[in-house]
T-cell receptor, first 115, second 110 residues
Framework: AQSVTQLGSHVSVSEGALVLLRCNYS??????LFWYVQYPNQGLQLLLK??????LVKGINGFEAEFKKSETSFHLTKPSAHMRDAAEYFC?????????????FGTGTRLQVFP | NAGVTQTPKFRVLKTGQSMTLLCAQD?????MYWYRQDPGMGLRLIHY???????AKGEVPDGYNVSRLKKQNFLLGLESAAPSQTSVYFC?????????FGQGTRLTVV
């Protein structure tokens, strides 16, 4: 069965520090992988997506993620955190599901950024 | 371009009351989903639709019903609300595996 595991429900960094949010997936078919961000009291917005092209994917707001098949990982990184990056981040995998595509979400990682 | 719009944004219900959440999208997407978001559990799929007139159960469908009479609208109904249905509900339309989310409906059942 397909699944997504996000390691660490909370991550805290100082402003300017490296951000690393971890995501591992399980899929019996080549996956499409996504990172979404949710700011307080808002819906989810797409940060970036991997759809079997380049393994290093660049997204909005300076985030990027690398697809590593050997490690079944899709970790999200940003070289230098900003206060505005404080939000909840969800990793998701899209897999065929009956006659549609199903998005399976991880449980989320809340990023705190300290000045 | 409004994208995905959910109404209402907030609602408080008493146990046993019924209500309908409306999701409207203007992107002409075939696939629409209803999720619920609870702390520490991520998003869980309630019901989904692959086109006008079709609906199907997701992971947590009990206590909910849906209808997709028009392509742009996907309704989520609670016939008899229970406190366990207190949650934030998100609607999404999906194209190419990518989801476009509404702003959410925060529902409290007392």
């Amino acid at each position: 069965a397909q699944s997504v595991t996000q390691l660490g429900s909370h991550v805290s960094v100082s402003e300017g520090a490296l951000v690393l949010l971890r995501c591992n997936y399980s899929s019996s078919v080549p996956p499409y992988l996504f990172w979404y961000v949710q700011y307080p009291n808002q819906g989810l917005q797409l940060l970036l997506k991997y759809t079997s092209a380049a393994t290093l994917v660049k997204g909005i707001n300076g985030f990027e993620a690398e697809f590593k098949k050997s490690e079944t990982s899709f970790h999200l990184t940003k070289p230098s955190a900003h206060m505005r990056d404080a939000a909840e981040y969800f990793c998701a995998v899209s897999v065929p599901y009956h006659n549609t595509d199903k998005l399976i979400f991880g449980t989320g990682t809340r990023l705190q950024v300290f000045p | 371009n409004a994208g995905v719009t959910q109404t209402p944004k907030f609602r408080v219900l008493k146990t046993g009351q019924s209500m309908t959440l409306l999701c409207a999208q203007d992107m002409n997407h075939e696939y629409m989903y209803w999720y619920r978001q609870d702390p520490g559990m991520g998003l869980r799929l309630i019901h989904y639709s692959v086109g006008e007139g079709t609906t199907a159960k997701g992971e947590v469908p009990d206590g909910y019903n849906v209808s997709r009479l028009k392509k742009q609208n996907f309704l989520l109904g609670l016939e008899s609300a229970a406190p366990s249905q207190t949650s934030v509900y998100f609607c999404a339309s999906i194209l190419g595996g990518q989801a476009f989310f509404g702003q959410g409906t925060r529902l409290t059942v007392v």
